[in-house]
């Protein structure tokens, strides 16, 4: 039977790019979900004040040099020390209050909950955006051969060991490769809708640059996987 887990197993972690705006918002934010239980981790590049104001709230920091998005969360994923890893984005548009929803079904048996934007319509999603990330579901559903809603979300409960035991190899397409290796390797995934809101401070990503990539990377995972 497998272990029950409450906020004291919760390791949350993110990557963070001058993210000065949001984080203290987030941290407040997983500090009143988890009653100030969690680990937080935060791999961070910033030339703002992000760091400081993290690490002024309680949340472990880890100075990185900018590399991408993938190779700050690996280095977030990996030194996380909870039973459960719980991965969010420091921009605030996704919602600490699923996380309890996330833990309890990491209870009820399941491996990694995949917390899916678009089944509410992701409204304040920039439209291009919405429009690529229903493209890739689309795609990674055809290759898996299983319906997928959110491929490219970045909020997901792990149990440590899927972390642990799978070789992640992307940078911007993580984010992808997170949710598709574990359910090529037959793993529990179990999608759940979340709201999705509106961004505090300046994104970085270009997206159209950033689709191309994360395209490629889930042609990549698959080709992989399938070679397996």
């Known amino acids: 039977m497998s272990p029950s887990y409450d906020m004291t197993d919760l390791s949350v972690v993110m990557g963070t790019y001058n993210e000065e705006a949001a984080v203290a918002q987030v941290l407040e934010d997983i500090e009143r979900v988890t009653d100030g239980q969690a680990e937080v981790v935060c791999v961070d590049g910033s030339t703002d004040d992000t760091a400081a104001i993290a690490r002024s709230m309680g949340a472990t ?20 020390s909870g039973a459960v890893i719980v991965t ?25 909950v995949s917390g899916d934007r678009l089944r509410y319509g992701a409204d304040r999603m920039p439209a291009f955006n919405r429009l690529g990330n229903i493209a890739f579901a689309l795609v990674a559903s055809l290759l898996l051969g299983r319906r997928v809603r959110d491929v490219t979300t970045g909020m997901r409960a792990y149990r440590r ?49 950033g689709g191309l990539e994360i395209f490629g990377s889930i042609l990549s995972v698959w080709g992989d996987e399938r070679g397996r």
Request: glycine share 8%.
């Open 88 to 112: 969010t984005d420091c921009d605030d548009t996704y919602p600490m209050e699923a996380i309890p929803r996330f833990l309890e079904q990491i209870n009820d048996g399941a491996d990694v």
């Open 61 to 80: 920091v880890i100075e990185q040099s900018p590399q991408g998005y993938g190779v700050a969360l690996q280095e977030a994923l990996q030194a996380a």
């Open 161 to 209: 060991e899927v972390v642990r035991m799978i070789r992640w190899t992307e940078n911007t397409g993580l984010s992808a490769e997170l949710l598709m290796r574990p359910i090529a390797r037959g793993y529990t995934v179990r999608e759940d809708p979340i709201e999705y809101g509106s961004r505090l401070g300046e994104t970085t990503l270009d997206p159209l640059t």
